[in-house]
């Protein structure tokens, strides 16, 4: 298997721009998360779903976020309008669940707002 | 205060030295604890795994759960330079449950 796969990679955008971040979970898995890691806060969970039902979303900033996960093999994460202050390292990770609550982390996209 | 406190260091220590990282937490209900390690511009990746308190060990490195102190460690004898990393602690409450996670503590060997 390849791995949680993120895209894009590195993303620059201006302010007010629209950005949505993408995610493929690894086969099999029944949880995904989505992360924000910045030096001032760490690793921050923003949303999380158990077989693509959203279950708690009470980490996301603002309703300028948003998060979808329309099938098992496929998530978005979307800031519109985005702000400088969301410029961060955003992580999908998914979990086999079960007993297993190992997260498998993606490679990150690199956000920078303008 | 936060459920899972960490110190971010960084933490310097010359090639060959052991190496002691700790968290401290405040829920008594966890009951599973990792460690992950994150290279630079890297996700993190799990490195140990415990159920309950006591001890695991892997190769170089010996995880370390005190719940009567609400305090882990992770230990890396004969430390590397590849040891240079991110070091974060999350633990949970059950196999189904979100993880909480410590700050991480960056950790530099000097070679």
């Known amino acids: 298997d390849a791995g949680v796969i993120q895209s894009p990679r590195h993303e620059v955008t201006e302010m007010g721009q629209e950005v949505t971040l993408r995610c493929k979970p690894i086969?099999?898995?029944?949880?995904l998360f989505w992360y924000r890691q910045t030096m001032m806060r760490g690793l921050e969970l923003l949303i999380y779903?158990?077989?693509?039902?959203?279950?708690?979303d009470s980490g996301m900033p603002e309703d300028r976020f948003s998060a979808k996960m329309p099938n098992a093999s496929f998530s978005t994460l979307k800031i519109q309008p985005s702000e400088p202050r969301d410029s961060a390292v955003y992580f999908c990770?998914?979990?086999?669940?079960?007993?297993?609550?190992?997260?498998?982390f993606g490679p990150g996209t690199r956000l920078t707002v303008l | 205060q936060k459920e899972v406190e960490q110190d971010p260091g960084p933490l310097s220590v010359p090639e060959g030295a052991i190496v002691s990282l700790n968290c401290t937490y405040s829920?008594?209900?966890?009951?599973?604890f990792m460690w992950y390690r994150q290279y630079s511009r890297k996700g993190p990746e799990l490195l140990m795994y415990?159920?309950s308190s006591g001890n695991k060990e892997d190769g170089r490195f010996t995880a370390q759960v005190d719940k009567s102190s609400k305090y882990i460690s992770l230990f890396i004898r004969d430390s590397q330079p590849s040891d240079s990393a991110t070091y974060l602690c999350?633990?949970?409450?059950?196999?189904?449950?979100?993880?909480?996670w410590g700050a991480g503590t960056k950790l530099i060997i000097k070679p």
């Open positions: 779903f158990n077989n693509n039902v959203p279950i708690d």
């Open positions: 999350a633990m949970s409450v059950d196999s189904n449950y979100q993880l909480i």
């Open positions: 990770a998914s979990c086999p669940g079960g007993l297993n609550n190992e997260q498998f």
């Open positions: 829920n008594s209900a966890f009951q599973y």
């Open positions: 415990t159920y």
């Open positions: 086969s099999g898995h029944n949880s």
